[in-house]
């Protein structure tokens, strides 16, 4: 199935991944979770802040469905 | 008394065109100054009396129609603190002070080095050293005169500072750590105060409405809040002038929609600013 990735701020480089198409997009098996996903990616856990799927917030251990939009954050603090 | 103050201020109001061809009834900060001084009363009350006579200050003439002279005057009669007066809180305040709120509270410990040169709008080469809300205070008179701005060279940092925000129709997080924030929010929470929050990385930024009872920052920074150092994106990435001022753009719109009570941020959700994408994503807590 095919989902897209969304990572933002300095997570951004991990999109350079083989998996990952020019435009975000990355073709998985199913079933698979948020966190799987991350794996796949070499993106380490502790360095994702926050998970969303289709815009709401999510967890690693969540469940992706084909279509599926899924957004990951570092930490964010600068002011 | 307040009835020759009238008779003063339209005595000496000028009707020009607006944008639109209209007549409009002005006045110039000088006459306002003027008859403040020559009445003893203070600038501010003398502005928004000329506002409430239907006479706009050229300052904010071209503000309308978008922000109308009934709006004018709810701005006017506004107090707004900012937490923080460093990239996001320089622009922010800056905003602010040219939309005409008439009352600003400033609060910042710091004082103006030189690694802020790169992005905080307050600071230049002849401030270092200077504490940045005092600068803060000293440039919105410059600005504005019409306004009332007070500095805290202060940490918000307590529960026990809740009388700071007395007043305030909303409190504008423009810090940069999570502690800070949490605190922050739950002040403003527990003073009823809605709350803009935000941050930048690199060419992105997050805003965020809080409105009392809400828990948008506990989920944004509960986990770790001391995190403000290696592995925060901020530090990753550096930040430029862009996004502070792009991201205090999107704080103070939030602002003025709670203040003009137009519709607000859905509750529990934030904006991710992208410059380098070009893109505005809305995210869901």
Do not use: W
């Not at chain 1, 991990?14 to 070499?42: C, K, M, Q, R, W």
């Not at chain 1, 998970?51 to 954050?73: A, C, E, P, T, Y």
């Not at chain 2, 603190?81 to 990239?87: D, F, M, P, Q």
């Amino acid at each position: 199935m095919r989902i897209e990735v969304k990572l933002f701020a300095s997570l951004a480089p991990y999109a350079a991944h083989p998996l990952v198409s020019s435009d975000g997009f990355l073709n998985v098996p199913s079933p698979v979770t948020v966190g799987e996903i991350a794996d796949s990616l070499n993106i380490p856990h502790h360095e994702i802040k926050l998970i969303f799927i289709n815009g709401v917030h999510g967890s690693l251990d969540m469940v992706v469905k084909d279509g599926d939009r899924l957004g990951f954050f570092p930490p964010i603090g600068g002011g | 008394m307040m009835t020759g103050l009238v008779t003063d201020i339209k005595a000496r109001a000028r009707v020009i065109k607006n944008t639109l061809g209209e007549d409009v009834m002005t006045v110039s900060d000088k006459v306002i100054i003027d008859i403040a001084e020559k009445n003893g009363l203070k600038i501010r009350d003398v502005g928004l009396q000329c506002l409430e006579q239907g006479i706009v200050p050229l300052r904010y003439l071209r503000n309308g129609p978008a922000i109308g002279i009934a709006d004018q005057i709810i701005l006017a009669r506004s107090q707004v603190a900012v937490v923080g007066a460093g990239g996001l809180g320089g622009h922010v305040i800056l905003n602010l002070a040219r939309l005409g709120i008439g009352k600003l509270l400033v609060f910042d410990p710091d004082t103006f080095d030189e690694t802020n040169l790169n992005r905080q709008a307050l600071c230049n080469s002849y401030n270092l050293g200077v504490f940045k809300a005092e600068e803060a205070a000293l440039q919105c008179a410059q600005i504005n005169p019409l306004l009332e701005v007070s500095a805290h060279v202060t940490r918000v940092s307590h529960p026990g500072q809740n009388h700071f925000f007395t007043g305030t129709h909303v409190v504008v997080d423009a810090l940069d750590n999570g502690k800070d924030r949490l605190t922050l929010s739950a002040m403003a929470g527990d003073m009823g105060i809605p709350l803009v929050h935000g941050t930048v990385a690199g060419f992105e930024g997050r805003v965020m409405t809080v409105h009392p009872g809400e828990t948008g920052m506990e989920s944004l920074y509960h986990h770790d809040p001391e995190e403000n150092c290696a592995g925060s994106a901020e530090s990753l990435l550096g930040t430029s002038a862009l996004a502070p001022a792009l991201t205090a753009a999107f704080q103070v719109m939030a602002v003025l929609k709670i203040l003009l009570k137009r519709e607000s941020m859905p509750s529990n959700s934030f904006l991710h600013l992208d410059l380098d994408k070009a893109a505005v994503h809305k995210f869901f807590l």
